[in-house]
């Protein structure tokens, strides 16, 4: 090695400073940092080598356990030490065990073994990867909260809104699409599987079945001739059990498409089947115009594996250049789908779930084929159709809250959260705190009726009752104890709150724990009865807005709010947030619905 020292340097200084706290010399803290981390990130691959051959063994000995042979020397050695009563039943047993050789095994055990033995093949290969090895866990969690909160994705295909429910797993780009507005979104590449697994802090684990098909990242993992494919899959299954995080395998395509599935599914912890259902921050009616045209279409291409009955009715309608109903291919695929059920104000369709989301913006739609409808009757359906004008906002609004209650992604969501045992208030979207100054006890008995005939329940009331003598107070806490009955977190704090003072709310804000708080209208709350907060959090699900207030126009983005919201969020109502009569000048989505 070549001597760097420059001339002149003191011996032994080697041309290095001193620190002046340690007389070390100048970044040998930073090494020695460097060096506990790379030995941190070392041990923690060992670690999570260790716990995943800890669980393929325990999966491989509980198959061995369940085998013919274990049985087998398990009776004779039973017999051998007891020959009486167990050595006259053992021929009995044996004739058992040899009438049920042919009975296969649980779908759970053959998954097992099948899972254990690629896996213990896998590890004992050359299977470390460079990717895996110079990777440290963790670093790859969400980094930039204001990329999630706006729901943008970030350099790492990070997506969702931040401090909800975290998925991760096998998802398709529709999937992660679907799923971004209400979730934190980590897709999962086969090269990258494992590292990513165990570094984002993921809530569930989900495989998507769609992202299994031809064209997508996980393509094939479920065939035979795609060995190396499907032994990522399973890596990933045992990696996420290894971590304690629940496997959830979401079958949302046609069993003919996927024949693979049967190893799989009985290795999740749930099976559920279905779609996400309909993501309203992409199909809604914000900016569809009353002068959309009426002309029937059929969106997207036809299914060859319609049955015959719709499939000759499709035939009727859309053969021949006089027919009824035009075919349309959106343009880009899935993305180009919410503009053209905006564009368009009447549809055919065999789907019910292409159904719903026309529905969401504004569409009317004919169908689902195939569910009681002839031909003479769609033709009927399609005559009324082309002859009416276009849904009115009224009209859509109505088909909105169905969708939102049922049918929506964060309902499907909830529900697949609790099919994997995942607690269900992750998913925060519709979790709405209402706030109100009570002033007395029959005005709590009022609110409380008032809130359990709303179809929309909130999560929990926060009032302000201390504009009230201390018998009445009791009075109030009394009134306001239905809620709890029903599920609904009762707050009261003894500050005043004055419904003249726009900053009434700030007070209340610090109490609540929901991410969207309602400040209570009695007169507009009237005026909606049961739907007062379903059309606001509705409104707010569509529109992914900060703030959802009353104005003119109906379902409409604006850039000032004259008075407080109606639903807001909850950081905007800290003592660091904008004025409360001043909502249009700090740069926030702000929406508008009509009563």
């Known amino acids: ?16 400073e001193m620190t002046a706290d340690a007389g070390l010399p100048a970044g040998a803290g930073l090494s020695g940092d460097a060096g506990m981390a790379a030995e941190r990130e070392r041990l923690a691959r060992q670690l999570r080598d260790t716990r995943m051959q800890l669980a393929m063994t325990q999966a491989r000995l509980s198959a061995l356990e369940q085998s013919a042979t274990m049985r087998f020397g398990r009776m004779v050695a039973n017999a051998a030490h007891r020959p009486w009563p167990r050595g006259a039943q053992l021929p009995r047993d044996l004739y058992r065990l040899w009438r049920d050789r042919g009975i296969p095994k649980s779908g759970a055990a053959n998954a097992a073994t099948a899972l254990a033995s690629a896996q213990l093949t896998d590890l004992a290969g050359t299977g470390e990867r460079f990717l895996s090895a110079l990777t440290a866990p963790g670093v790859l969690s969400l980094a930039d909260p204001g990329l999630a909160l706006s729901g943008v994705t970030g350099p790492g295909g990070v997506s969702g809104a931040a401090g909800g429910l975290v998925v991760t797993g096998a998802l398709s780009a529709l999937g992660c699409a679907t799923l971004a507005p209400d979730a934190v979104v980590h897709p999962l590449l086969p090269h990258d599987a494992d590292v990513v697994l165990e570094g984002t802090g993921a809530d569930l ?23 190396d494919r499907g032994r990522r899959l399973a890596r990933l299954v045992v990696m996420a059990r290894s971590l304690g995080k629940p496997v959830v395998l979401l079958r949302n395509v046609p069993p003919s498409l996927m024949p693979g599935l049967g190893w799989l599914a009985p290795s999740c912890d749930a099976v559920v089947d279905g779609d996400l259902g309909v993501q309203l921050a992409r199909f809604n009616p914000v900016g569809v115009s009353a ?81 009681g409808l002839d031909t003479d009757a769609v033709r009927a359906e399609l005559d009324k159709a082309r002859i009416a004008s276009p849904l009115s906002l009224t009209e859509i609004r109505g088909e909105l809250r169905d969708v939102f209650i049922s049918h929506a992604t964060p309902a499907r969501l909830t529900a697949i959260a609790r099919a ?65 009955d029903h599920g609904i977190r009762v707050v009261t704090t003894g500050e005043a709150a004055a419904a003249a003072d726009p900053g009434w709310a700030r007070p209340l804000a610090r109490l609540a724990s929901a991410p969207w708080l309602a400040l209570w209208d009695q007169a507009r709350a009237a005026a909606l009865a049961d739907s007062y907060l379903l059309d606001l959090a509705c409104a707010r699900e569509c529109s992914q807005a900060d703030a959802v207030g009353f104005g003119t126009g109906d379902y409409e983005f604006t850039s000032w709010l004259d008075q407080p919201p109606c639903l807001v969020r909850r950081d905007l109502l800290v003592p660091e947030g904008p004025p409360m009569g001043d909502w249009g000048s700090h740069g926030l989505r702000l929406f508008t619905i009509a009563r």
């Open 291 to 371: 002068a959309r045209p009426t002309d029937p279409l059929y969106a997207g291409a036809r299914d060859p594996r319609e049955a015959p009955a719709v499939r000759a009715l499709l035939d009727s309608l859309t053969g021949g250049r006089d027919a009824p109903v035009r075919l349309a291919a959106a343009a880009g695929s899935w993305r180009g789908l919410p503009a053209l059920y905006r564009e368009h104000a009447v549809f055919v369709t065999a789907s019910a779930g292409q159904a719903r989301e026309q529905l969401a913006c504004g569409a009317r739609v004919i169908g689902p084929l195939g569910s």
């Open 420 to 484: 994997a045992g995942v607690p269900a208030g992750l998913v925060g979207g519709r979790q709405i705190a209402v706030l109100e100054a009570v002033t007395s006890a029959e005005h709590a008995r009022t609110l409380a009726a008032a809130l359990l005939a709303q179809r929309l329940r909130p999560a929990e009331v926060v009032a302000a009752i201390g504009a009230v003598n201390a018998t009445e107070a009791a009075s109030v806490r009394d009134a306001l104890g239905t809620l709890t």
């Open 205 to 227: 684990v989900l495989i998507e079945a769609a992202a299994l098909l031809p064209g997508q990242p996980w393509a094939y993992a479920t065939d035979p001739a795609a060995a």
């Open 1 to 16: 090695m070549t001597d760097m020292t420059p001339a002149g340097a003191p011996d032994g200084a080697q041309g290095q």
